[in-house]
């Protein structure tokens, strides 16, 4: 199995965002003197706004960071029936099975008379040649182009993530076609692209509620209620944010696996505290401590493992705002302790998880795999351990792909999605284009020549059913860029120097709502 596998490229973008995630709801106004604001003006109306005539700095910020992906569309491994003969709803309409599952529209019999259509993004798929998973790939556009007598055109963008961006933007605001089928990623499509009417929702056309869209459909879900993406989003191909430990450190204090504590359902931060604590030490007595349980620069990470995100969808009310919410002031409360009281927490910005002498630090996994490269120390991954105002667990996913409708296109919308949701299908009755689920995609990226290290049957099967059962949310925070900036140069910085989080969410949290409120207007 190539190194080079195409499901790998998903995982390479988390590390852009491994800087900032957190949070869930409002302030309670009964534990800051700016609660009551806090609480009317952090949660936006619905309303979307009209195009803009000038491309607002949010959305080519964001693009920025944008790492370059292909079009190589591995969220659909779903093993389906046969497509000569899906099983359909005969009073809606809608397929159950096959590779228009969930679809709203009868998509059999649609002949496109030869025309182009387009699909487009930063990075053109590969050429057929260049392994297993490209020439799957190829095989299911000339299937999909036989089956709808349409020629799928993939045209070759040679910009910079942000010059694509601008060209979206330019094209959308003159008028002008980009593309039939626009891939993007979540914090720029969201609230940015989406609010700028440079793409179209899809709930007309797909249910969502649909067994095989249900459990990811927040991914690409808006405040207006609608899904911006036709493509399904299997749970491992963007990595979760999770606990990583040093295995050896545990095992040298004599310290349970983390893994087996969460599976006793043991793994909150009652027990995260007793670890971190066991695991900092001063070996040689001279006051100076050398071994910590905790990596610095997981505040806002802790604040994700209390059930919080920094933005959130908040039904019609719009989105709320994790730190105006009194979880944080938990949050932020523990993790004062642990810094300023048990000192489990190197001040000290050299002492790095990556140097071996800390047991912990909270991260995604692709920080994960950057570290395994680099350190020969046993490297295990857990889920996050639960705060104690964590009601259900959740994969919280900083990203997702999006593939977008846009305005401006030469088909209608269900010949569009009809063409992709083909051209993606795994088909399991067909050798030439099917991957197994368990052993490409999940194992390409959690197993594959131990890149993450997860080499017990028992752990891999732990994570396959973990990342497939557990409910995905999406942290929307990445694309509120002055939000973002603001949490990360003001409040972040201040919770670090030891500042009670109620002083500083009282000081801050008018500038936060008003920020929020700039960006939703």
Request: aromatic share 12%.
């Amino acid at each position: 199995m190539s190194r080079n596998r195409i499901f790998a490229v998903f995982t390479l973008m988390v590390f852009l965002f491994q800087t900032f995630l957190a949070g869930c709801k409002k302030y309670d106004s009964k534990t800051a003197t700016t609660g009551k604001d806090a609480r009317t003006t952090a949660i936006v109306s619905q309303d979307t706004r009209s195009i803009k005539k000038t491309a607002t700095t949010s959305i080519t910020a964001n693009a920025s960071t944008n790492a370059k992906t292909e079009w190589e569309n591995n969220e659909d491994n779903d093993k389906e029936d046969e497509v000569p003969d899906p099983q359909t709803d005969q009073d809606t309409g809608a397929y159950d099975t096959g590779p228009f599952a969930g679809l709203k529209f009868n998509a059999n019999g649609i002949d496109l008379g030869g025309r182009t259509m387009q699909f487009i993004q930063t990075g053109p798929p590969k050429a057929r040649d260049t392994g297993p998973a490209q020439a799957i790939f190829w095989e299911r556009i000339e299937n999909t182009e036989r089956l709808f007598n349409v020629k799928i055109e993939f045209p070759q963008v040679s910009l910079t993530n942000v010059a694509y961006a601008e060209k979206i933007i330019s094209n959308s605001l003159a008028g002008i076609k980009f593309a039939d089928l626009m891939h993007n990623v979540s914090y720029v499509l969201m609230p940015n692209y989406v609010d700028q009417k440079f793409v179209l929702p899809v709930d007309d056309y797909i249910d969502f509620g649909h067994t095989f869209w249900k459990q990811t459909s927040m991914l690409t879900k808006y405040r207006d209620g609608k899904h911006y993406s036709i493509g399904r989003h299997d749970p491992y191909s963007i990595a979760p944010y999770m606990t990583v430990y040093n295995a050896d450190i545990l095992y040298q204090e004599g310290i349970e696996d983390i893994l087996e504590i969460y599976r006793k359902k043991q793994w909150n931060w009652d027990t995260f505290l007793d670890i971190c604590i066991k695991c900092t030490r001063d070996f040689n007595g001279d006051g100076i401590l050398d071994q910590y349980g905790l990596s610095s620069g997981t505040a806002n990470i802790l604040m994700l493992s209390n059930g919080l995100l920094g933005m959130e969808l908040d039904g019609e009310n719009g989105f709320k705002c994790g730190y105006l919410d009194q979880r944080a002031l938990n949050t932020f409360n523990f993790y004062r302790e642990l810094s300023f009281v048990h000192k489990v927490i190197p001040s000290d910005s050299s002492a790095t998880f990556q140097k071996g002498i800390i047991a912990i630090i909270l991260t995604s996994s692709m920080p994960w795999y950057t570290l395994t490269q680099k350190m020969t120390a046993n490297l295990k991954p857990a889920p996050l351990p639960a705060g104690p105002d964590v009601k259900e667990e959740h994969n919280i996913q900083p990203w997702s792909q999006c593939y977008s409708l846009t305005p401006v296109s030469d088909f209608k919308p269900e010949e569009v999605i009809a063409v992709y949701r083909y051209s993606v299908w795994n088909n399991p009755d067909d050798n030439k284009v099917f991957m197994d689920d368990y052993n490409n995609s999940f194992f390409s990226i959690y197993a594959y020549d131990n890149r993450y290290r997860i080499t017990s049957e028992e752990d891999k099967n732990f994570w396959f059913k973990w990342l497939n059962e557990t409910p995905a949310s999406l942290e929307y925070m990445p694309g509120f860029t002055d939000l973002n900036t603001f949490i990360s140069k003001t409040i972040i910085p201040a919770v670090n120097r030891g500042e009670y989080y109620k002083s500083v969410i009282d000081a801050n949290a008018l500038e936060i709502t008003a920020i929020i409120n700039r960006q939703l207007k």
